[in-house]
Structures are given as C-alpha cells and as structure tokens.
C-alpha cells in the first residue's frame, strides 16, 4: 500500500484503515470475548428445557421462555457455528493480517539493515565499567574486542570508516520476525478450522462385537458413508481393583474393503485407527444382552486334552470324557454378594461377569454353581475345570468417528505458533559497539550495546564482556 | 521415607523463612537475609525430593510407567505443585533482581497453604487414572500450564503492589480497583480456608472437590444464614481492604521495592507466562484432544476460558508493546488477566458446571 494514495481516501483505503485500526481489534476481542462467556452460560446444541431451566433460576420462571426466544433466534444457543461468530472470527483474522501488513515492511527494513557504527552520541552515557584501557595498538586491541566478544557468544567484526574503528556484534536480528511468525500460525489455524468445517464430517458409531457397519451416524442425525465396511472383532474393558472406575478399555477393529480383510487393528483410548482419511476412536462402551451373544469357556476335563467351547445362552456342551453335559443357564455381568450373602448384579457393565450353570450327568442335574471370569477358584467343577473366558457379542464399542482433511493445516500452524512465540518471546536482537580509540601507547575500548528484551540477562553478559577485556589488559 | 515426610520437612522450612525474611525486613542484616534465603532453598529442595517420591509412588501404583504418571491428579497434588512453581519463581526473582523484598510475602502464602493441606487431611491417597487421562500428553499439557499459572499468580501480585505503591486517593478507581481485589481474594482464601478445615477434603479429585465442596462452608451453606454471613464478612473484608489500603501502601513500600521493578517484573512474568501457556496450554491441550475425543477444539467451557485468558494477555502484551501503555492502566490488565484465570481454574467448573453436566479434564 502506498502512503501517498491515502490522501485520495478512496473506498478500498477507507475500508483498508477500518481493517488495519486498533479500535477494531479492541471491539473484535472484546466482542469474541464477551459472547463467548454467554456460550459457556447457555448449554450449546442442547434440548431447549435445559437452558430453560437455567434462564428460569436467573430471569424467574415467567419470562424465562421470552428469553430463550429470544437468545435461541440470535443464534446463542449454538453460537460457536452461528453466521456473526464466524464473522468475528473472519473480522479477527482480517485485522491480524492488514495489521501485520501495515508493519511488517517497517520491521523487514530494520531485519534486512547491517548493523552500521554508531556515532558518538551513542557512547556518550557509557555506564561505569564499560570502558576499558588496554596497552595496545588500535589493531591489537580491536582483535581483542573480538576474541572477548567470542567468549560470550558473539561474532564481532571490526569496521573501520572516516578514521574511527569500531567493533560490530550483532545477534538475532531475524527474531523481530517472531510476531509475524505467531500472527501467521493464527491465520493458519483458522485456515484449518474452515476446511475442517466445510469439507470435514464428524459423527459416531456403535458396534457391537462381531457386527458391522459401512455407515456412521453424523452428529446432525443423518447417516454417512464411511466408504469401506469397520467390524468391531473384540471389546475388552478392565476395571480398577474394587472398583467401578475402568482402568482401560480396548477394541480390535477390522476394516473391510470390496469384501477383502485389509486391517486388522487394536485401538484405545488416545489410541485412535486412521484409514482413508476417517478416523475412529474409542470414546465409549455398553452392555448389551441378547441370545446372539457367545458364552465362550475352555474346558480341562481331568483325563482329556484341554477344549474351547462356545454356546449361546441355555445352550450346553458335554464335557470331553465324561458323560457329564454343562448348561448356561444364568448371567450376571456384574456379580456381587451384599452383607447378608446374597448374590445380586451391581452394574450394568461387565465389571464382575460371572456364568451360573447347572452340570448333569445322565440326564440328572448333578450340581449348579457360579462360574466368574475373574476368579480361578471359581472355575472348578465335578466336571473338570471350566474356565469361563468371555461372553462374546453382548457388549458394543462406541466409536468417534471423524474425517477431517483440515486437520494438518491445524495441526502445521500449531507447529508454527510454538516457534513464532519461542522466536518472539525467548530470542531478542541484540547489538554490541565497541569504541577503538588510540591514546598515545593505550587505547580505550568503550562498549555500548541495545537490546530489545531480556535487558537483565543481556546486562550480565556486557559485565562479562568487560571483565574479559579487563583480563587483556596484562 | 515417604513423600509426606519430605513435603512436612518442606513446610515447616517455609515458615521459619518467612520469619527470617520478616526479620531481614526489620533488621535489614545480611546474615539474616543469606539465612532466610537458605532454609527456602533447603524447604524447595524437600518438596522437590517429596515431588519425585510422590511421582514414583503414583508410577508404582498405576503401573502405567513414568511419563504417564505425574502426580498432578487432584487438588492436593495441583496445590503442593503450586507451591512449588511459586517457590522456584520467587527464588529465580531473587535472585535476578537481588531483592529479598519479596520473600516475607511468598513463604507464608507457601507454608501456609502446605501446612493447610495437611490439617485438612493430605491422606496421601493416590487414584488411579481414568483411561482419557493415561496420555503421555498429561505431563506435557499440565505441568505446563501450571508453570503458567504460577506465573500469572506472581505477576498478579505485583501488578496489584504496583497499584498500591502507585494510588493515594481513595476516590480513584485504580485504589478501589486494588483494594477491593485483595479484599475478595483474601475473603476467598479465608472461605477457602474454613472449606479445607471443616470438611476434610485436600484428598479429592479437584473437580469434585471444586463442583461440591468449595466454599459450602461458607457462601455455599446449606444454611442461608451462614451463607449471608459469608457474603457480609467478604464486603467487610473490601471495606477493610479500601479502609486501611495505606497502611498497605506503607508497608509494600517500607520493603523498598520501585515501581519500575515491579512493573518490570509484572511484563517479564507474563511474557514467559503466555507462551508457556499458548503452548503447553492451548497448543498441547487441542492435539491431546484430538487424540482422546477425536476434536481438537470443541468450545467447551473450560476451552473457551482458556481462550479468553489467552485474548486479555494477548491485548496486555500488544497494549504494552504497540502502543506503549504503562502505568496503572498495563497493571489493572495483569490483575485482570490472572482473575479470568482463577475463574477458568474455578468458577467454570463450580458455576458452569454446576449448572451443565460437564465432565471431563
């Protein structure tokens, strides 16, 4: 933009200054600010008696519905995606990028400058103990600048213009470029966020184990193609010892193209499976009993090899080498004993899963007894030892499903921020000017030097550069 | 030994350096002042080998390996980390500006708190992670965050001595500003206080504790009475505060500290606050997020806050950079900034939650 148009006033530089004005940003921030504490009071996406509810505890009951219109017609009651959030948001990157525009040439200028001599004015204020004399030629003592300058860390030249010598050292000079990099990564970010939205689709799913599914359910209620078949072949869930708290919970997932196996993968919580884009992962679980479900055991009859059997519930199998035959005819998932010693079920999840089976022989009911998944001592019957290791088809994994081609550029501006804030935080430009003036057989080295942060570290640094001049001096 | 005997050793340091750093102040001698610097050093070593103990304790507990196992879980572990970031922070201004000014204000917020925590029960009870939780990302994205938070908690309190040692008239805002800041947040702290003293509850998860304990002692009383109360002594402690504020004024200044440095170290807090906070914070809380729930962003209360503290030390930095604000308007920006990040680490989960059924992190 050239500054000499800006007399003309034009439309495109009135509406180029609108953007590029500080007042703009106070508004934008304000204005993000403020609406978002309303989306974090009024539950989003949410049934309306909830919020209801809410309004009525803050406006009584009575004008609580009013209200709720009236926010719900505003769009509060999903802001996050409303169309005036979305435009303070664009109204915030617009602002960010014509305020760094405005700027950066200024900066750009002072980044691609070579640190010149400094004139005299500037070692005029010379903080006591930042001259020193050394006896030496202008020469020797200009070498030493730079060799003292080396021990703390920077590279000194000695340039030598109308008669006067001095010693240049300058250091991150590109780090004034930090600001624009984090402003960038912002732009970035947001870049990401509307690919995501535009082209993304998020939803979930529910498998049941050994079913599947080529479909997801998207969170706006409508189904959507996964574009290949996910069969969920396991669900496995750990608890905390005494515990209803789970430790971990696991699903093996298949992914099923054109008829064909292709993956077979283990996924868990911060554990997702990516495939074509789509991203599954695991966010819930449930129990759910039907007569489809598999009671799975593996049979050690004492004179015969060790078997896997499985059955559907108040099916039976017959013990190898006996003539003894075991029938499911009970399940808990979660057996308990209350203090009296009776039996009852705790939990809706498989928490304590136990089998109740009643073993005959000839036809007779021989003994009935409970048989838990997680206690051996329990597995020991008449017939042998019976180890009941699952009950298959009867719990479902809840997946998150995602396709998100946005991501990337979220995650690439991430990347990008962290090292704009290091470089703009955490690195300063740094300047150091050494005076060589020859004095009869001596010559006085002054030192004067800028700094655009961290001034404190930066002052013990030019202590130390005068303590090695000052070393020089013998 | 375990890690409580470690964190006893720690406390009881901090409170003997508050005497001696109180004593320096008096006497102004330099022995004193090497002696009070010792023992907080002696106290922060303890709590450091107390951390790692706990750490290792937790690991072994878990079984879930040592990345995964931060003892940073629930309010009393947060609290005794606290402590210590604040310690760490205080021992490093110490010993960049070489003041010991500073010192008879941090060890008695620091005793006082590890000495709270075992009244109201450490029972160094540690509970086991749910599964969102087992993250590598854990490590990174708390202990981050509260480096951050330490740093904004400093640079809260010297923005307000900034205020005090700078506002003389009563009628100003900047003096009402400050004053009755330090009123509710000492109101809060007492409240907090009784909360630990009478309920027991330093053990807890930090979001039950938050969602059900926090000031039920007090402004949460089941007894409306009681809650009234509450809500009268904490505009008595305002008045208090905005009455007797010069006396306040005389007493930060007596400590010879100059505006200039503590606006100086105010600006410098938070410049190492928000990136640690934008990274550790917002950057590794949105990807660990996206692992876990499969959304990076997902305007949840706490994520909105968090963007919110975000935007006010953003503005504080442009303001002071780009247009050169100082002074009293930069420091009411500091003590804004850290009340909207008492608020996110609070009021969400107490007010918003409370009303919404939020879980989560």
Known sequence: MDKTDTGKNSIIDRIWSFFASVKLAVIVFSCISLTSIVGTIIEQQAASENNIKLLAKIFGISSAHTVYGVLDYLGFTDMFNSWWFIALLFLFAMNLVICSIERLPVTWKLVRQPQKPLGAEGFGAGSPGREVVIKANAENAGNKAVEALKKIGFKGEVVKSEGLVQVLAEKGRYSRLGVYVTHLSILLILIGAVIGLKYGVGGSLKLLEGTSSSTARANNGKDFPLGFELRCDDFEVSFYPESERPKDYKSILTVIENGREVLTQEIGVNNPLTYKGVTFYQSTYGFFPNREALFKFSVMPMNSPREDVSLKFEGSFKVPGTNMSVKVADFSPALAVNSKGDLFTFAESMINPAVFVEISEGGKVKSRQWILKNYSDTWRTPAGVIEFKDLWGAQYTGLQVRKDPGVWIVYLGCLVMAIGLYIAFFMSHARIWIRVKEEKDKTRLTIAASINKNRIAFDHRLDRLAAELEKTKS | ?361
Not at chain 2, 110 to 123: D, K, Q, W, Y
Not at chain 2, 282 to 309: H, M, N, R
Request: proline share 2%; charged share 10%.
């Open chain 2, 1 to 361: 030994m375990d890690s409580s005997v470690f964190f006893g050793v720690a406390t009881i340091a901090y409170i003997l350096a508050m005497v001696a750093y109180i004593a320096y102040l008096a006497f102004r001698g330099g022995m004193v002042g090497v002696a009070a610097t010792t023992v907080t050093i002696i106290g922060f070593v303890s709590q450091t080998i107390g951390f790692g103990l706990r750490w290792k304790e937790f690991s072994a507990i878990g079984g879930m390996g040592l990345l995964r196992s931060v003892p940073l879980t629930n309010l009393y572990e947060s609290l005794v980390f606290f402590v210590w970031c604040i310690i760490l922070g205080y021992l490093i201004i110490e010993w960049i500006y070489k003041t010991r000014s500073f010192g008879a204000f941090v060890t008695p917020i620091a005793g006082i708190t590890l000495a709270f925590i075992s009244i109201g029960g450490v029972s160094a009870e540690i509970q086991p992670l749910v599964p969102a939780l087992q993250s590598n990302w854990l490590l990174a994205h708390v202990t981050m965050s509260f480096i951050a938070y330490a740093a904004f908690a400093i640079s809260f309190a010297t923005a307000l001595m900034y205020l005090a040692v700078n506002t003389e008239d009563r009628r100003s805002f900047p003096y009402i500003f400050w004053t009755a800041t330090i009123g509710l947040f000492a109101g809060a702290l007492v409240a907090m206080s009784i909360d630990f003293i009478t309920l027991k509850i330093a053990a807890r998860s930090s979001q039950a504790f938050i969602q059900n304990y926090l000031f039920k002692a007090t402004f949460r009383s089941e007894y409306a009475a009681v809650t009234a109360a509450s809500f009268a002594s904490l505009g008595g402690f305002v008045f208090l505060a905005w009455r007797y504020g010069d006396a306040l004024r005389k007493l930060i200044l007596s400590f010879s500290v100059t505006p200039d440095m503590l606006e100086d170290i105010t600006y410098r807090l938070i410049a190492i606050g928000f990136p640690i906070f934008t990274i550790g914070g917002l950057i590794f809380g949105a990807v660990w997020a996206d692992q876990a729930w499969g959304k990076y962003w997902s305007w949840d209360p706490k994520e909105t806050w968090s963007l919110i503290i975000w935007f006010v030390y953003a503005f504080y930095l442009h303001a002071r950079q780009m247009r050169g604000w100082r002074g009293n308007k930069i420091a009411v920006l500091a003590v804004i900034g850290f009340a909207v990040t008492m608020f996110t680490y609070l009021g969400v989960n107490l007010l918003l939650s409370g009303l919404h059924s939020y879980g989560g992190a």
